[in-house]
């Protein structure tokens, strides 16, 4: 008796409209984003400090490292970049923006090269190739092939790239409505210097919450440091992009 009445419920849904999981993810991949997931970088430095800082989000409660991170409909061409705090300036040599084509493929190949100076302690991170300075490039791209590994330039030989502190995050585009990107800052004052991290690297103290659902984070998601670089909450922030 429960077979049949089974078969009946299912045909009944079936009638009705009620999508299973593969026409849920059918419908989903169908209505996949459109435009452009333009990823503004913002460089700034502190000459007294030798200490980079930089921003890929607007800080949640510094707007003077303000970014222009948005999706649109078009194309982004220059990064749109706070003026600072008047001791950490722009760096425009050191700015960029990458126009990611949402319709381009399945999986945005978001890839993080740190690179670290041992001379001063000093670091700074890349999410997209700087506008002046390839030596600091990124393969940070829309594709239909997941990465594992980040591609990261071979710096300026004093900055060299640090594995330990990059990563690629492979996000699927198919996995829900938004793009939550989380980015978590870190200072150390023994070092009088800044790291920011929003792909999740090999060293895990420096965790963020960076991904693809299809609900809206409004709290940024960080991990703990490591005891000397701790997390500055008003440097860090988080930014819910629509998918769809």
């Known amino acids: 008796m429960g077979r049949p009445a ?4 299912v045909g009944v849904g079936a009638f009705l409209g009620t999508a299973g999981p ?7 991949q169908e209505a996949a984003a459109s435009g452009y ?3 503004h970088q913002c460089a700034y430095y502190a000459s007294s400090l030798d200490d980079h800082f930089n921003s890929f989000l607007t800080p949640s409660a510094d707007g003077r490292y303000s970014t222009g991170t948005k999706q649109s409909a078009t194309a982004d061409t220059t990064a749109a ?3 600072g705090n008047g001791n950490h300036v722009p760096v425009p040599l050191l700015h960029g923006v990458k126009a990611l084509n949402l319709a381009a493929g399945r999986y945005l190949n978001l890839q993080q090269c740190d690179y670290y100076r041992s001379a001063s302690t000093d670091r700074f991170t890349t999410l997209v190739t700087p506008s002046g300075d390839g030596r600091y ?3 940070t791209k829309i594709s239909n092939s997941p990465e594992t590994s980040p591609t990261c330039g071979p710096g300026n030989g004093s900055h060299v790239p640090n594995p330990g502190l990059s990563g690629v995050r492979a ?3 198919n996995a829900g409505r938004h793009l939550n990107l989380h980015q978590c800052v870190y200072y150390s004052e023994r070092h009088k210097s800044h790291l920011t991290s929003v792909v999740t690297s090999p060293d895990t103290r420096y965790s963020t919450g960076t991904k693809v659902s299809d609900t809206v984070d409004t709290k940024p998601t960080c991990g703990p440091g490591n005891g000397d670089y701790v997390l500055i909450p008003i440097l860090s922030a988080v930014k819910s992009i629509p998918l769809r």
């Open 137 to 139: 490039s990124t393969g």
């Open 171 to 173: 996000l699927d585009l």
């Open 81 to 83: 970049c706070g003026a």
């Open 6 to 9: 089974l078969a009946l419920a």
């Open 37 to 39: 997931l333009n990823l």
């Open 22 to 28: 593969a026409q849920a993810a059918q419908d989903r």
